[in-house]
């Protein structure tokens, strides 16, 4: 089956410095997406992207789609202590709304104030 | 989290025992989606529906039904509850997103199952 291979498994940084995350696949998708997600709760998208090489920011964080389209990355610049959570890539394959979503592992995000 | 409700909250279940979890959007939409996420895996998609009526499997359906009985609902049931699903269970919908090809999903709070 498809699998998403995201790393680092965890990281701990002190605040203000900036971060990058990444999945890799060894199927295409047609769309990845970056959740968030903070303890007690469910995902919440970040970030979207649905083009080969399409670069899309919100605020501090940028996350870019795999010319392969097998891969994508995530960057948060100027890290802070709300940052911290755990971070999931998604990617889609099938279309329209009947689509599955495939997650990576996480990455765990711990910020030093 | 985006009209979807997901009841209950917390459940402790014995080995066996049977309960049917409950999710509800208020979004209309077609699709709905039911996943568990065990520690260090992401989360894991268990059963989809397309539509009212429709159910399809996703990668990890064994030991689980699901029910969409109406729009609105769509509900997943372990007839004989075993300690290997004891995990959290989201449910989602699809978000309208910026795009006309918008295919981002949106969670529910989860509901936490321990199974003894």
């Known amino acids: 089956g498809q699998q998403l291979n995201q790393s680092p498994q965890s990281m701990f940084i002190q605040e203000g410095e900036d971060v990058s995350m990444n999945c890799t696949s060894s199927s295409i998708f047609n769309t990845w997406l970056w959740y968030k997600q903070d303890p007690g709760e469910g995902p919440v998208l970040l970030i979207a992207l649905y083009k080969a090489g399409e670069l899309t920011s919100n605020g501090r964080l940028t996350a870019q789609f795999g010319i392969t389209r097998k891969d994508s990355f995530l960057n948060i610049s100027a890290s802070i202590p709300s940052d911290v959570g755990i971070y999931f890539c998604?990617?889609?394959w099938g279309s329209g709304n009947t689509g599955k979503l495939i997650f990576g592992q996480g990455t765990t995000l711990q910020v030093k104030p | 989290n985006a009209g979807v409700t997901q009841t209950p909250k917390f459940q402790v279940l014995k080995t066996g025992q049977s309960m049917t979890l409950q999710c509800a959007q208020d979004m209309n939409h077609n699709s709905m989606y039911w996943y568990r996420q065990d520690p260090g895996m992401g989360l894991r998609l268990i059963y989809y529906?397309?539509?009212?009526?429709?159910?399809d499997k996703g990668e990890v359906p064994n030991g689980y039904n699901v029910s969409r009985l109406n729009k609105r609902e769509f509900s997943l049931r372990l007839e004989s509850a075993a300690p290997s699903q004891t995990s959290v269970y989201f449910c989602?919908?699809?978000?309208?997103?910026?795009?006309?090809?918008?295919?981002?999903?949106?969670f529910g709070p989860g509901t936490r199952l321990t199974v003894t």
């Open positions: 998604a990617g889609q």
């Open positions: 989602a919908i699809p978000g309208t997103g910026s795009s006309s090809l918008s295919y981002e999903q949106y």
């Open positions: 529906s397309a539509s009212e009526g429709t159910t």
